[in-house]
């Protein structure tokens, strides 16, 4: 199973190399000889789309056999069909490449191990190691006993093997209805690790299974088909989450009993969890079932292609996953780390354009009615490289309502009565006069500019301490802004009393939307999911609802942890 080749593509996002436990394992593997070449897998079960949990152990999986030239393989835990989903496994492909991981041809399935799986099972029951039991799911709970008490021995334990070939034949062929029987593994109910009490390895499911149609009807569990499909492609190192801790003394069993080809080893690393989010599958499917999001990959979920929407970037999620690193203990991450990351990334490469998001109306009453100037702006200063382009200006405009104020306090130099401020790249400008309605909201503001301080520059040494974006009222376009925030208002959703749930913790005002911003209009013809930065505001992308010349903007993230502050204040 294994080939010769490698298909890493070490030119992905490839994060420093920071050591850790996992890591230092392999290295000696490799320096010891015990092993020749590293191969890791990813073994995600199609029944939901992936989340940020899952981006750290892909870093670690596809992390190590990329560092050290190894293979990597996407394994699909697809052991139970009826959780299981075509679209789930899309959607997997789609966030691993995204995330720069690239597996080449070595893209497997579990089932295409059952027909090995079953050959095994009768292995097993041949040498006396596997029963067929009639008791149902509720009696063998019960029998199972406690971490204190031993189990109790089913009373179809000491069947003999004659019998149990023939029942497990009769279960494969459909005879039984499902939870009739099952196949266990014949270990020891006295064990002090329940994992061993007879553990089922076979269930009874009649169900059209994605990729094996009707063929089976009895579906290996998952610690009777993991261990062994590590072992037939020769995966060396197992990188599991610490829950399976507890399954790997029962892993290591079957690798010992069966004359598998490969003796694969697990090792276990600490779940990633993140303030404010919640992150089990289930968990997140009841929010899409339920329409608490607009979908899998709504901007405000915790998943890859909800977070890819929104406008983080692989870049920032790689890093984000190596800066927490691995370790064997559980942890909970603030989400402002995640937070910070992405704001470094799109500080770097974020283009900047000018947008408004609660336009105010601003007529220059000195300025020739008809003139259209071009000023040049440049695309972003922290890469020069990206060049200018030119915007639009016109007698009348629109600024943020947020930049102005009739009656300012000290200190503040955005405009105002007799405060005199720059539109970027463009002209000073001085107040007029104020327009009201008859509610007395200003719908308008007159100024005038001064045409000495064309580009931006002072005329005569007078200096401005402000500075604030515009658009052209001519040519900007109007856009729709979506303004996130966390989906969760506490920091651990999933703790709820007894009785509630966990859908009580949601923030009722996760999302706002804007229906009449206006933005410069080289925004409209950006790319979907391309991060732009609306400067003095934070990072958006263009969403895929947009329509030709009525664009839809994700508000990525802001300049700088809003949450933090308020928080700083209550
Ligand atoms: P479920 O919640 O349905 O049990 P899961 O989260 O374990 O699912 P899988 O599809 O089985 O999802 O996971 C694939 C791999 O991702 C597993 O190796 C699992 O250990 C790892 N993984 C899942 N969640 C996290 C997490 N929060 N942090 C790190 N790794 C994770
Ligand atoms: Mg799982």
Known sequence: MSSEETTINTEATAPAKTSNFIRDIIEEDLKSGKIKKVVTRFPPEPNGYLHIGHAKAICVDYGMARDYNGEFHLRFDDTNPVKEDQEYMDAIREDLKWLGCDWGDHEYYASNYYDQLYEWAVFMIKKGLAYVDDQNADQIRETRGTLTEPGKNSPWRDRSVEENLDLFERMKKGEFANGEKVLRAKIDMASPNINFRDPVMYRILHQTHPR???????????????????????????????????????????????????????????????????????????????????????????????????????????????????????????????????????????????????????????????????????????????????????????????????????????????????????????????????EGNITELHCKYDPESRGGASPDGRRVKGTIQWVSAKYGVPAEVRVYDRLFNVENPDKVEEGHDFLENMNPDSLTVIKNAMVEPALADIEVGKAVQFIRIGYFCKDKDSQPGKPVFNKTIGLKDGWAKEQKKA
């Not at 608490?292 to 984000?320: L, N, Q």
């Not at 470094?344 to 354009?353: G, I, Q, T, V, Y």
């Not at 639009?392 to 200190?411: G, H, S, V, W």
């Open 212 to 438: 094996t149609g009707d063929k089976w009807c009895i579906y290996p569990m998952y610690d009777f088909a993991h261990g062994q499909s590590d072992a037939i492609e020769h995966i060396t190192h197992s990188i599991c989450t610490l829950e399976f801790q507890d399954h790997r003394p029962l892993y290591d069993w079957f690798i010992k009993t069966l004359p598998v080809p490969a003796e694969p080893h697990q090792y276990e690393f600490a779940r990633l969890n993140l303030t404010y989010t919640v992150m089990s599958k289930r968990k997140l499917l009841r929010l899409v079932k339920e329409n608490k999001v607009s979908g899998w990959d709504d901007p405000r979920m915790p998943t890859i292609s909800g977070m890819r929407r929104r406008g983080y970037t692989a870049a920032s999620i790689i890093e984000f996953c190596d800066r927490i690193g691995v370790s064997k203990a559980n942890s909970t991450v603030e989400f402002s780390q995640l937070e910070s990351c992405v704001r470094e990334d799109l500080n770097k490469h974020a283009l900047r354009f000018m947008g408004v998001i609660n336009p105010l109306k601003v007529v220059l009453d000195n300025y020739p009615e008809d003139l259209t100037e071009e000023f040049d702006a440049d695309n972003n200063p922290e890469e020069p490289e990206t060049g200018t382009r030119k915007v639009k200006f016109t007698k009348e405009l629109y600024i943020d309502r947020d930049d102005f104020m009739e009656n300012p306090p000290k200190k503040y130099f955005r405009l105002a009565p007799g405060i005199e401020v720059r539109l970027k790249h463009a002209y000073y400008i001085t107040l007029t006069d104020i327009v009201k309605d008859a």
